[in-house]
């Protein structure tokens, strides 16, 4: 097993962004039959879930998030070095949906950006990279 560590480096705030559409478990009764999703939801406690609406999209939930957590901290995005956008669902196959939120942050276009889309490990993936990368490079401004 690989092991990294980091000296001087911290996460010093989270944001999050929950779509406001629920969808009940049990809805999926005619799908799936209600002896299974009733065994699913015993086995995970997962009574529902959350949808985002139609047209909406992972980087409008992320733009939302960064945005909040900028103002909250009173960070200016044009200070902003690196943007790693952690996914199991972009927006497209190209561009990469770390441009989208770059965009509409105002983060430098010289500041390194891009998609890590591995699922659930991409968040802890994520953190390593831009770790290594604050470790590593001129991307020291810490908040």
Do not use: W
Not at 130 to 135: I, K, N, R
Request: with cysteine; hydrophobic share 35%; glycine share 6%.
């Amino acid at each position: 097993m690989a092991v990294f560590n980091f000296n001087n480096i911290k996460v010093s705030g989270i944001s999050t962004v929950i779509p406001k559409n629920i969808v009940k478990t049990e809805s999926y009764f005619s799908s799936f039959g209600q002896e299974e999703v009733e065994k699913f939801m015993e086995m995970t406690g997962i009574t529902e879930t959350r949808r985002t609406s139609e047209h909406q999209t992972a980087s409008d939930m992320a733009y939302k998030a960064a945005d909040h957590l900028l103002k909250k901290k009173g960070i200016d995005p044009k200070e902003i070095g690196a943007l790693v956008f952690g996914t199991h669902s972009p927006d497209y196959r190209r561009p990469a949906s770390a441009f989208i939120v770059q965009k509409r942050l105002g983060v430098p276009t010289e500041a390194a950006v891009f998609d890590i889309s591995l699922g659930c490990s991409s968040t802890v993936y994520g953190l390593q990279v831009v770790a290594s990368m604050m470790s590593n490079s001129d991307i020291k401004k810490q908040y």
